[in-house]
């Protein structure tokens, strides 16, 4: 985690985000005075955006997912191996990479909400803000930093089979968009494999929605166990 916090490259990308979600808030419909809670509302539909749907896979990736060939490029694996053992590096940076997909846009949402908290309920009417819709709106903002995190180690699986930057970067946009493609024009029924209703959850999932988290936990945790195996197989051959 401290590598993290201290990576200049998550700071960008946060800003980053930040940015995108207040460009995707629809200003064109804001008309005062506004109902109660349009600010949530707002912050919601930035989530939505097709600018945060383009922007994950891209985003996600960037900090962390080919930390592995950072390190074995620069010399220093086999000194991060005698400083701890295999299991435990491995643990370090399945979870490093997934944090590093899921922390941009878990630092960045926070603040577009204040953003919108600030610049847009002094212009609602004067009633209770309705706590549903609060909820509604960080459940949307956990979804989409679940999907960065599986973003992020799909990227971190092509980088110990490959072990190229073009494959670790490129192959989770590749994935995702052909996920899109094959939705949209060919399996339009099968929307559990659409990226976007990950996020969105419009289709059923089961009592309360509960369909969408098992799937996204239960998905995040084959691809860090797949990913754990992999980097288990390359540290053998130091």
């Known amino acids: 985690m ?3 916090v201290r ?6 990308l946060t800003l ?5 979600l207040v460009l995707a808030i629809p200003v ?3 008309k005062a005075p506004l109902a109660a809670g349009s600010f949530i509302s707002y912050f919601e539909t930035a989530l939505q955006s097709q600018v945060i749907l383009f922007l994950l896979p891209i985003v996600s ?3 962390a997912g080919a930390v592995y060939i950072r390190d074995s490029s620069s010399g220093f694996l086999k000194l991060y191996i005698l400083k701890m053992n295999r299991i435990t590096y491995i643990q370090k940076k399945t979870l490093q990479i997934y944090l590093g997909g899921c922390l941009p846009f878990f630092v960045s949402g926070p603040a577009a909400l204040l953003l919108c908290f600030l610049f847009l309920y002094p212009l ?10 609060l909820a509604n709106a960080l459940q949307t903002l956990l979804r989409v930093c679940l999907v960065g ?3 992020a180690e799909i990227s971190g699986i092509f980088a110990a089979v490959f072990q190229n930057y073009y494959m670790a970067y490129g192959m989770p946009f590749v994935c995702y968009y052909l996920l899109v ?5 060919y399996l339009t029924d099968m929307y559990a494999m659409y990226p976007a209703e990950w996020i969105c959850c419009k289709q059923s999932w089961g009592a309360g929605g509960s369909g969408i988290w098992m799937f996204l936990l239960l998905f995040s945790l084959a691809l860090m166990l797949l990913h754990g195996l992999l980097l288990y197989e390359r540290l053998q051959e130091i």
């Open 16 to 20: 980053f985000c930040l940015l995108a």
């Open 61 to 63: 990736v960037l900090p």
């Open 28 to 30: 064109y419909e804001i």
């Open 7 to 12: 990576d200049k490259s998550i700071r960008g």
């Open 181 to 185: 493609i094959l939705k949209e024009r």
């Open 124 to 133: 609602e009417q004067k009633n209770a803000v309705s706590w549903n819709e």
């Open 149 to 151: 995190g599986i973003q």
């Open 2 to 4: 401290k590598e993290l």
